[in-house]
Each structure stands twice: as structure tokens, then as C-alpha cells.
């Protein structure tokens, strides 16, 4: 038995570029029967804040803002899913994101901006707090190839039918550089985006812990569906 895992989704509560609420893409991946769970991964980056209603927040206020996306997708699933926490990070003055894996509440109210940080010094401080992180679609146009002594590995999938990910030059990648841990995902916005990747686990998936865990072990296959590519971004 398997357990299939969408591990890049975002929701209209958080990330400016997803249409579609958390209860509806919820309800989506419950109707769609073949997910045990999902991690949210909404934005967090600059322009998550743009908006000038943003401007007088503190690294607090952003907290829980970006955290409302996670609450309410959890909320609207109930128990008909594992729903885990998860971020897309962008750092100030890069155009590479990050998918993180293991993100606690606690952990986001207590480090301060951590779009501040570089790659750096943020995956030392990821490791030290038992996450992971990996490089999103990182043979996009516009991002810039990241050093894989410092990531834990890069999504080699990307199922967004509204981008070119070059999927195939970043599994080329992972696998010449012997990337620990490699992921797929739907990279899901629009309904359309509904169930175009994901991670079959071997075992149960309850929670971060397991996540990690079973991530590093390397005990998964990708789902990596076909899908049909509108135009390139």
C-alpha cells in the first residue's frame, strides 16, 4: 500500500497568484479520492505583502496572515486528509523559491524574517530545526540553479500546466549531483492544476515528523502524470 502526498499547493488566503480558495481546492483533493494527504505550501516572499494594507504589519502580523492559508485548507478537509504545513520561500533580491518541508508555527513566530536570510544561513537553520528544503522548479526561466551541497534536493516534477519547468533537466540534475531527496508536485493554483504530481509514500504520513523522516529515507516513488502544457511563462 501506498500513500500519495500533493506537496505544492497554494490558496487564495495567502499567495496572490492562486484564485481558488483553501475550502475549494480542499474539497477538490478529498473528491479526488487517490490523496491521503496535502502540504500547503503557500508564498512566503515579498510580494505575498505588497499590498499597502501590509505595510505597518510586523514579522508578527505576517505570521499570521501567511499561517491562515494552512488553517483554513486543515479546517475545510477535516479528516478526510492529513493536512501539514509547509512554505514556498523566496529570499529578498533572488527570484529562486524554496519549498520547505517540517515548518512549525513556532518556528515562524520565533526567527524573525527569514526572507532577510540568504540560502545559506537559512538551511543551516532549517537543518538545526528538523526541515528540509528543496529548490521549486529550479530550471524555471528566471531561476538560477542552486548549490546542491547546501539544498537537501530539488522538485524534479513540476505538474503546472502554465509554466515550462524543464522537468526533465532538473531530474538530469538531481540525479548527477545524487540529490538526497527529490519531489513532485501539482504546483496547484487553479482547479486545473487539480492531481498533476505528488509523492506515492511507502509508509503512513501523520505528521511533520513523518514527513521528514520518510523524505530523507528516500521511501517514495514520484507521481509524475501527464498533463497538457497550455503555454510557457
Partial sequence: MSYLFEMHLHDSEVSRCSPTPAAQSAEMYCADGRYAGVVVTNHL??????????ADFTWADKVEYFWNGYEAFKEAAGDRLVVLPGMELRFYNSLNDYLV???????LDSHGDLMAMNLKSFAELAHENGMVIVQAHPFRRHMEISDWKVLDGYEVFNGNPRHWSNNEFAAEWAKAHRAKIVTSGSD????????????FFENPI?????????????????HTPDFEHTNEE
Fill in 45 to 54: 516572499s515579498q510580494y505575498t505583502y505588497e499590498a499597502k494594507r501590509f
Fill in 101 to 107: 518541508y517540517g515548518v512549525t508555527r513556532e518556528f
Fill in 188 to 199: 496547484f493554483h487553479e482547479p486545473e492544476d487539480l492531481a498533476h504530481g505528488g509523492i
Fill in 206 to 222: 501523520t505528521d511533520n515528523e513523518d514527513l521528514v523522516r520518510e523524505l530523507l529515507a528516500g521511501r517514495y516513488t514520484l
